[in-house]
């Protein structure tokens, strides 16, 4: 039989813990397994910075670090929520603490070991070597996602789950999150349902709120989640998702609340120092929004976590406060983040909206209206994007309130609003960022309300057995406006009378253009880090570089969710 020793001599470990004794015992009983490679750090800022930009077979993490507000737990959990952990990794969190709460913590966040102390190297070994095994139980899942096969991936899963075979807890959870991101909401939300009746995990309730989000019930989705808070109130995923859905119903001061809690339980986590920050920002409390934002670029702006949204905003309050050396601070970050990735173009549209803000600062009028006149020149591209449009309007209202006067302002209000006013709380968002100019806002709501009756004029005809020709009308204001809702809404009815649309193969095929075209498949698409990463939150790991699959044509490939009845877990089956 081989020696330990033998099994790791290729491997890469990393030890994360701020007391140097503790930290020396864990880097000497990795070499006494025969580690090949131990790095260490003291630091949770230092051991992000490496987990992102290296990999390890084995990550050793202290649970708790002094003199600092991060945790061990944060930081696995930024690194998940982020996708920046590798399957492969063995993640093992070392805790003075033995409390239930912890343990269960611990398995929220998909940990594979919970190592207690004082422990010995035997036991360090055991938990290492129980969560290899569950992985190389699960290697033909993992293999198939590493392969971008997806679908066998996730019917692997269901199998798993099925049968109650070894880790089925844990393929319930790798498949249902497979099955929300590409599209099978449905599937996914029994599967989290069977879960939550076989063994009632957190997770998995989350995971019924996230499948309710996607499907487009945010009522729904936040009951659930109120519920879940209830008995879990440090569960902080739970906070993320419950943000996102009170945003998407319009209820601002609510999801602030909700944001402000999840950094009160991780004042540490990057994503939700910048969510808390911009929610705050557009609800109008600027001095809340510049603290979170101003925490979040000091300790993550070189991190894969950070939105440079973030110094947009930024930039536009320094400009508001004339703070000339802050703002150059902020034009000189996003020079430096677009010098690193020339391609980008998100990038290099946020890093022109600060340098316009820096002209205005220096007076440089011609310059700046030469600058925003080949912005507007854009909007209506294919791959702009609602970030831009909101930074645009705020760039215009900055130009108006010092009475900097632009011939097309107000045209590219209604061309914008028109364009990305897709639903009511995208809508308010667009008119909280032009607060200053009250005409603005009203031509933002006006250009909803149009939207909103060009789609009930097309609703109205397929209700009259007239479907093709709302398919019609509804192709043509979108591809006029660009607007994402009616794309949809095309779509839409030509799925639900499919039958009475003698056309229907050349509208679809001149849809699915559109679709592709203006990108509008993701209609909730919002603005930076705010409204991004509560679709995650909760969910796991996929390897780097994952890209759900188109979801056309995927869904009759996967197995049905429940064949048989699924038999009961036998006793001390691994989950």
Known sequence: ???????????????????????????????????????????????????????????????????????????????????????????????????????????????????????????????????????????????????????????????????????????????????????????????????????????????????????????????????????EPGFADAYDVMGRAQFEMGNFDKAMDTYRMATTLTPGSIPRLLKHGMMAYYTGDRAEGMERLERATRIGLDSKMYDPQALVLMAFAHLDNNDRKALTRCCDDLTRLVGKNPDSVRLQRLSDTAQALSLIQQHQTAHVLEEVRRMIDEVLNADYDYESGCNLLALMSQLATRSIHLTEMEDTVETLGRRFATSRALTELLARVVTEQPDFAQRIRASHTQILKLTEEAMTLSLHGKPQEAVKKLMQHGEETRNAKLIESAYLVLQRYAEQIPDRETLLEAVQALREHFRTTDIHAGLGDLLKNGRTAGGISMPGGYKAPSKEGLLAQYEPLYRTPAPQPPVNTPK
């Open 1 to 231: 039989m081989a020696s330990p020793s033998s099994h790791y001599a290729d491997a890469r470990a990393l030890v994360i813990d701020g007391n140097p004794t503790s930290r020396s015992i864990l880097v000497s009983q990795l070499r006494e397994l025969g580690v090949g490679t131990v790095t260490q750090c003291s630091r949770v800022l230092e051991a992000r910075r490496k987990l992102e930009f290296s990999s390890y077979d084995v990550v050793i993490c202290e649970q708790s670090f002094d003199r600092e507000e991060s945790s061990g737990q944060e930081l696995l959990d930024d690194l998940r929520r982020n996708q920046l952990l590798p399957f492969y990794t063995v993640f093992v969190m070392v805790t003075a603490e033995a409390t239930y709460a912890k343990v269960a913590e611990a398995a929220e966040a998909a940990l594979d070991a919970y190592l207690l102390k004082p422990h010995t190297a035997g036991k360090l070994l055991e938990r290492i070597e129980l969560a290899r095994q569950r992985k190389a139980v699960l290697q033909d899942v993992f293999t198939a996602i590493e392969k971008e096969d997806f679908v066998t991936a996730a019917n692997l899963c269901l199998k798993r789950f099925a049968a109650r075979g070894n880790y089925w807890l844990y393929a319930a959870r790798i498949g249902a999150e497979l099955m929300l991101r590409n599209g099978r909401i449905e599937d996914a939300q029994k599967m989290y349902q069977a879960v939550v009746d076989a063994k009632t995990v957190p997770w998995a309730r989350l995971g019924v709120a996230r499948a309710q989000l996607e499907g487009g019930h945010p009522q729904r989705a936040s009951n659930t989640l109120e519920s879940l808070i209830d008995a």
